[in-house]
């Protein structure tokens, strides 16, 4: 098989380490396994070099995020097909083989990921990317068997191995010589959407964004940051606003910044109804650091936007008025 590097990111996982590494040694024979650590204060590196003497450190120094961290160390590491791991993850036997063989047998396949089912309710699909990525028209991501915060129940319903628009970065394989060619993550991003930033941008030139559920893995989820931190939600509703601005046409850029302002005002309200007033006042964080960093962020060449696969609707309108839950019954993506 093609050298394959499974490279997991840890700050201060020593016990995400503990619980999933057994796991990912057992179920990863083929493959190099490589610890990222992006500067973590816990005994991590003190763990992994006491009980696993044989894995490969690559010392960040610093916490990079996820973006940051990934770029500095896959710039060390020499292999064919990368897998972008997260230390939180469970996998399971041959979960490495069939998504190697389908990126083998397509050249323009450039990344894929295998099916996440949830750690803790191991018959639902998981938040972070479930049996595949989406987005709607006005940017908001959505998967197949997740939509907003209602899971489905895994019944093999997802089970066939199809094109997506992103894969999860809790488990995203992709093609080293891509990788670099198009600057990996982007890191202004930091951390949380920056897999989908990358995923749209292979898109425009030409390559394809897989999901293969002949794989499948466990996502326990919120291993590193909580899902309703304060700081989860700024970095999501920055990071929508920096994938919107960074990869749509400017023709309809316009229109669309202007709808999800006001989506997004009447979100925050609902948020400080909720009495979550950390995440009140990260909306309107985000879109200030937003305003603030925008003339850093590099527009993609508006020439090869690729809006092909983007579902032509919206998922809040669907979802909230007219009660969609499922993904197989939102119109064009059975």
Known sequence: ?????????????VNLL?????????HSQNAEIIIADNGSTDDSIFFLES???????????????????????LKQVDAEYYVLLNSDIEVTDNWIEPIIHLIQSDEKI?????????YLEKDKFEYAGASGGYIDSLGYPFCRGRVFDTLESDNGQYNDTRECFWASGAAMFVR?????????????FFAHQEEI????????????VYVCPDSVVYHLGGGTL?????????????????????????????????IRLFMD???????????KQGEFNAVYKAYKDFFKRKKYINRTNQKNINLSSIYKGSIVYDNHIKGIKKFSDFVGLK
């Open 226 to 258: 909580n899902k309703t931190s304060p700081h989860k939600t700024y970095l999501n509703f920055r990071n929508n606003l920096y994938l919107l601005y960074k990869n749509l046409p400017k023709n309809k850029y316009k229109r669309v910044f202007i």
């Open 110 to 118: 450039a990344v894929c990921q295998p099916k996440l089912l949830s």
């Open 51 to 73: 009980h696993y003497p044989n894995i490969r450190i690559i010392d960040n120094q610093n916490n990079l995020g996820f973006t940051g961290g990934y770029n500095k160390a």
């Open 197 to 208: 930033d990358f995923c749209w941008r292979v898109k425009n030139e030409g390559y394809k």
């Open 265 to 275: 005002i009447l979100a925050s309200f609902v948020f400080f109804l909720q009495g």
């Open 18 to 26: 503990k619980q999933y590494l057994p796991s990912v040694i057992e």
């Open 176 to 188: 080293a010589d891509v990788y670099h060619r198009f600057g990996g993550l982007d890191e202004e």
């Open 1 to 13: 098989m093609a050298k394959v590097a499974v490279v997991i990111l840890n700050w201060n996982g």
